[in-house]
């Protein structure tokens, strides 16, 4: 994942401004690191119901190591998240 504070030479998109900053905020995760181990399980018992592709990608994911992923933004628009 892409970590906004490690970026190289940073400027919009939109007008190529270098005028960047940041800001403190609030996110909350799904803690997809809590699952590796029972994912990793069912997708093994499960290893004929999936084309080899596809499983080869999870179990890709799996290897790599799952990491907690940003479910949550502070904008103002979206879904509210209680």
Known sequence: MLNSAEL???CCKMCNSKNVSSRETY???FKLSSFQQPLTEWIDS???DWKPNVLSAAKKWLKEGLEDRAISRDIRWGIPVP
């Open 8 to 10: 190289i030479d940073p």
């Open 46 to 48: 499960h290893e004929n």
């Open 27 to 29: 996110t909350y995760f």
